[in-house]
């Protein structure tokens, strides 16, 4: 046991470090020399290693080069440069020859390659894959050369493409001419290559592992026909007494897959019913088509709120107030109740408020362009749609503009497919007129 | 504990034959904690209803997993069985709020009710916090007086 082993560090009660040897049974406040010496002697490697694994970025992929360069990619997406033998990275590439080497390659494989790093794909990924055989087949193509290179003639004839570790100062084994190494990690024992493949493989390993492990555990679930229904306490009693019910060995993890599965389950069972019930709403729909010229939820509410005087002051209760009749007619009490009334002309005062005619258009018509996919899906029954769009003149009365205005709503669906455009504060901000305009417009627009 | 079945009560909605067995064995359960003999130490007079909100705390949890998780049980069900009392409807209240997602009982967040100083219950501290306001690290409460909770953060 070396000297520095003997050393133990403690804290005073004021939170001084102070050096006690146990074999001596001396202490110091002083950093003892022996210590010092030690660390310096041997403990020096060990923690560069260990911290070159934990900070900074971690190489991905290297790529040989020519003149024992390496090119480096790291996965924050920087590449950098690594002579064999000195294996201190630079950001600059010295040699001409990799320089030429690397502009040979097409352009955009490097940053394709450095972004495919960058996302953590491993060794596999194709991008990696197509720089290795662009560079080997190019490093043939230099090796023709002689003068270039002599060094590395060995290698390039056989057009070997070989990645070292990172952090491997020297790969001391000769270069087997016809292995091609694809992988060091797993064909070396070299202390560096261990520190990587610690680093990466159990990782993608272990997560795999657990993939198959829940899988497995899951379809337990299913062999005991376990109910979706219960609770996990009471039906991990069936399985636990399989020995696969300790793949998963912590009980919250287990307890969280049956929550799952139970709620896959619960969707799969009422999809059928839901699916039933949509057809009979349709039918439903196609049934009383013709007489079903429904105005949308908060028409007649809108309407009002267009004709009363807007002041910047004024309240829901100033509107109801003022429009008393109005209300009355429109038999607004039977369709919403109170609450819902003032939540709707409070926020479409907001509109009338701030914004202008014009500006409101606007508001109207980008809502449309927002919905326009939902909209173009929910059209039907095109032939009257193209038959009120193609009427460039509005009617003259005002019955008439509303009737218009409320086959376009149901040719778009407002009552079926595009319901939620319903609910829309935004789809009110205009007048009955105006919005019958811009409507037509819109649709004509799309129908083309 | 559930309602107790009369002829004016409603009969249960669709999907209820599912979720039966589970109730019942809650229901078991419960039974038992009644046959267990109560301790007749005084530092442990709370310790008989500890079990029971822990009862009634994972039954609760486990019909309001049915409906908000699962989504396994129609809206009607879900009435009828806070209706009926299967569930704690005002505990579920407060676990659609944010900061109270995993509470133990009501109990321990009314201030009236809690013991000391009007505060809430020391299990809704996060463990944290206890760890570090404690003078050496160490963390004495292991159970609240009120439900027997060790505590029930939302962030622990």
């Known amino acids: 046991m070396a000297q520095r082993h003997f050393w133990k560090v403690y804290k005073t009660p004021d939170g001084e470090k102070y050096y006690y040897n146990i074999k001596t049974k001396q202490s110091t406040r002083e950093r003892p020399a022996e210590l010092d010496a030690a660390s310096k002697d041997e403990g020096e490697d060990v923690p560069t290693k260990n911290k070159l694994r934990k900070l900074g970025p971690r190489a991905v992929h290297s790529v040989k080069l020519l003149n024992d360069w390496f090119l480096v990619v790291f996965d924050d997406g920087s590449r950098r440069f690594k002579r064999q033998e000195s294996g201190d990275f630079q950001d600059e590439l010295p040699d001409e020859d990799s320089i030429h080497l690397m502009s040979k390659l097409p352009a955009g494989q490097l940053d394709q390659l450095c972004f495919a790093a960058k996302t953590g794909q491993g060794k596999e990924n194709p991008a990696y894959q197509e720089t290795l055989a662009e560079i080997s087949a190019l490093r043939g193509d230099t090796a023709k050369d002689p003068f270039t290179w002599k060094k590395e003639e060995e290698t390039s004839t056989t057009k070997n493409v070989e990645i070292v570790s990172f952090n491997g100062t020297s790969d001391s084994e000769p270069v087997s001419s016809n292995e091609i190494k694809l992988v060091s990690g797993y064909d070396s024992s070299d202390d560096d290559n261990e520190i990587q493949s610690a680093d990466e493989d159990p990782v993608l390993e272990s997560v795999q592992n657990t993939g198959i492990l829940e899988e497995e555990f899951t379809s337990l679930f299913v062999e005991y026909s376990l109910d979706p229904y219960s609770t996990w306490s009471l039906q991990s009693k069936k399985i636990q007494d399989d020995a696969r019910f300790y793949t998963i060995s912590n009980d919250t993890k287990r307890a969280e897959l049956f929550e799952k599965w139970c709620t896959r389950q619960a969707q799969e069972a009422p999809n059928i019913l839901d699916a039933n019930e949509e057809n009979e709403v349709s039918a439903e729909y196609s049934d009383d088509e013709a007489d079903s010229l429904e105005p949308t939820k908060y028409h007649y509410l809108s309407h009002i709120v267009s004709k009363a005087i807007v002041s910047p002051s004024s309240l829901p209760k100033d509107i109801r107030s003022q429009n008393k009749p109005l209300f009355k007619q429109f038999k607004i009490k039977s369709s919403l109740d109170k609450k819902t009334q003032d939540a709707f002309i409070s926020k479409l005062l907001f509109y009338y408020k701030r914004l202008s005619q014009d500006q409101r258009t606007e508001v109207f018509e980008k809502l449309l362009s927002e919905k326009s996919k939902t909209i173009s899906r929910g059209l039907r029954n095109s032939d009257k749609l193209k038959e009120i769009v193609s009427e460039s003149e509005l009617p003259t009365e005002s019955y008439a503009i509303e009737t218009q205005l409320l086959t376009l709503e149901h040719c778009m669906g407002l009552h079926g497919p595009n319901g939620s455009l319903q609910e829309e504060v935004r789809y009110y901000v205009l007048d009955i007129k105006t919005k019958t305009q811009v409507l037509k417009k819109f649709l004509e627009g799309m129908l083309k | ?156």
Request: some cysteine; hydrophobic content about 30%.
């Open chain 2, 1 to 156: 504990m559930p309602r107790i079945k009369t002829k004016r009560t409603k009969a249960a909605p669709e999907g209820f034959e599912q979720i039966k067995p589970t109730l019942t064995d809650f229901d078991h359960r419960l039974r038992k904690l009644q046959d267990n003999g109560a301790s007749r130490m005084a530092a442990k007079a709370n310790e008989g209803s500890w079990k029971v909100f822990q009862l009634t705390n994972e039954r609760s949890r486990y019909i309001y997993d049915l409906y908000f998780k699962r989504k396994a049980i129609s809206k009607e069900l879900y009435d009828w069985l806070l209706r009926e009392r299967y569930a704690d409807k005002m505990l579920i209240s407060k676990w659609k709020k944010r900061g109270y997602e995993k509470l133990c009982c009501l109990k321990c967040i009314q201030s009236s009710e809690s013991a000391t100083q009007g505060n809430t219950c020391i299990c809704r501290v996060p463990r944290a916090t206890l760890v570090k306001n404690s003078s050496d690290g160490v963390v004495t409460f292991t159970r609240c007086v009120h439900c027997g909770c060790a505590g029930c953060s939302s962030s622990d």
